[in-house]
């Protein structure tokens, strides 16, 4: 049973450039949730999908936006990098309802603007 | 807005010593809380969760927690430590009237000494 899988493991942008993120989640999970960790911080919550739609989303600029596939596996897409974005950029999946909210992560993809 | 606070940035301990970490949110609603530990290289991954009953709750490895409400905290414990415990451990909730997005803390970097 594989777990989430995030690609790729590292990338290095321009600033200025675009990105596109990607996350599988475990399986039998329908909800994707996105998380930008900066260097020695905690996770930040960036937005969240289920059935397709943005359900959720966090304190981030319209520069993030993202997707989610028929088959639940999701992508982050931020435009016009700043050297700010530089983080780990975190995908966790879990089930969609209020009673059991446990998510499992990905190993993250690592983004470094330059 | 929910917000989450660890009392210590950085803990170093003998092996053999007790853990005690901090976390204390802000919410005045009904929450879950976790926590999760990062392993160095690895992904999140969760230790202990509160949904309700029992405020005192055990997780993997021989860890715990107590979810105090009048306090808003919800402590981590280990009556003995390993080396191989050295990690980062975040404290996150989770609002149950908002859905699945958590609120992490930021972290508290655990070292232990062989």
């Known amino acids: 049973d594989a777990g989430v899988t995030q690609s790729p493991t590292h990338l290095i942008k321009t600033r200025g450039q675009q990105v596109t993120l990607r996350c599988s989640p475990k399986?039998?999970?329908?909800?994707v949730s996105w998380y930008q960790q900066a260097l020695g911080q905690g996770p930040q919550f960036i937005f969240q999908y289920y059935e397709e739609e943005e359900r959720q989303r966090g304190n981030f600029p319209d520069r993030f936006s993202g997707h989610q596939f028929p088959n639940y596996s999701s992508e982050l897409n931020v435009n016009a990098l700043l050297l700010g974005d530089s983080a780990l950029y975190l995908c966790?999946?879990?089930?969609?309802?209020?009673?059991?909210?446990?998510?499992?992560f990905g190993q993250g993809t690592r983004l470094t603007v330059v | 807005a929910q917000s989450v606070s660890q009392h210590n940035h950085h803990v170093i301990l003998s092996e053999a010593a007790s853990l005690e970490l901090g976390c204390n949110y802000s919410y005045g609603g009904t929450v879950n809380l976790f926590w999760y530990v990062q392993y160095p290289g690895q992904h999140l991954q969760l230790l202990l969760k509160y949904f309700s009953g029992d405020p005192l709750v055990k997780g993997i490895k021989g860890f715990e927690a107590e979810f105090i409400k009048s306090k808003f905290s919800f402590n981590l414990r280990k009556p003995s430590v390993q080396w191989s415990d050295t990690a980062e451990y975040f404290c996150a909730v989770n609002a149950q009237n908002y859905g699945q997005n958590f609120v992490f803390g930021p972290g508290t970097r655990l070292s232990v000494l062989p």
């Open positions: 399986s039998g999970h329908d909800t």
């Open positions: 966790a999946s879990s089930s969609w309802g209020y009673e059991n909210t446990e998510a499992f």
